[in-house]
């Protein structure tokens, strides 16, 4: 089974600061990594993930998150943040060739002016 | 639009009863997912589908929960004699194969049982 923790379940920073959302995970397999989004009122939606080769992956809308094996950990980082990046971010693995998705608990950005 | 619709968008119900809630994937999407969202977690898995068959439902929490996808487009989650813990959002995703974890969500049910 895999688990994900997601360590800040709120961050609030202001417009053109940096941000880094942090997410380590567990599992007895190798896996598969994602960061979804959720903006206000929309469903969630695929924000960036890593599947193989390159461990830094990119959105974009300038996003990144570095797969880190050895400390199991996928966090999530944007130099410059805007206010439209206001939403909530969730962490997600799933097992190689698998299809079921284990999902932190979310962590919610507000981008203040 | 061309996206995973749900309806209804919001349901209130009380203890006991039976609810149905739809989802309409995304057209040419043989993969298709349910998901629940209770307060302040991350969604849950419920079951998948690959076309019309139930691949896997082991996320179900109990038989008051079934799902069907009868003609491998639409997919209906039914829940019998809800009760106050069912209560959270209801999510439906679909993709267009089932292996790679990009999933394709709709806005969610949110259902509340009184």
């Known amino acids: 089974a895999q688990s994900v923790t997601q360590l800040d379940s709120q961050v609030p920073v202001f417009e053109e600061a940096p941000v880094e959302l942090r997410c380590n995970y567990s599992?007895?397999?190798?896996?598969?990594l994602f960061w979804y989004v959720q903006y206000p009122n929309q469903g969630l939606q695929l924000l960036l993930k890593?599947?193989?080769?390159?461990?830094l992956v990119k959105s974009i809308n300038g996003f990144e998150a570095e797969f880190n094996k050895s400390q199991t950990s996928f966090h999530l980082r944007k130099p410059s943040v805007h206010i439209s990046d206001t939403a909530e971010y969730f962490c997600?693995?799933?097992?190689?060739?698998?299809?079921?998705?284990?999902f932190g608990a979310g962590t919610t950005v507000t981008v203040r002016a | 639009g061309a996206g995973v619709s749900q309806t209804p968008s919001n349901k209130v119900t009380e203890k006991g009863k039976y609810v149905e809630l739809r989802c309409d994937p995304i057209?040419?999407?043989?993969?298709l997912y349910w998901y629940r969202q209770s307060l302040g977690q991350g969604p849950e898995f419920l079951i998948y589908f690959q076309g019309t068959g139930a691949a896997d439902d082991s996320g179900l929490p109990n038989d008051r929960f079934f799902a069907v996808r009868p003609e491998g487009s639409v997919s209906t989650l039914k829940i019998q004699r809800t009760e106050r813990g069912d209560s959270a959002v209801y999510l439906c995703a679909s993709s267009p194969k089932g292996l790679t974890g990009e999933l394709f969500f709709g806005e969610g049910s949110r259902l509340t049982v009184l």
């Open positions: 890593y599947l193989s080769g390159s461990t």
């Open positions: 599992s007895s397999v190798s896996v598969y």
């Open positions: 997600a693995v799933s097992p190689f060739n698998d299809y079921k998705l284990s």
């Open positions: 057209s040419g999407h043989t993969a």
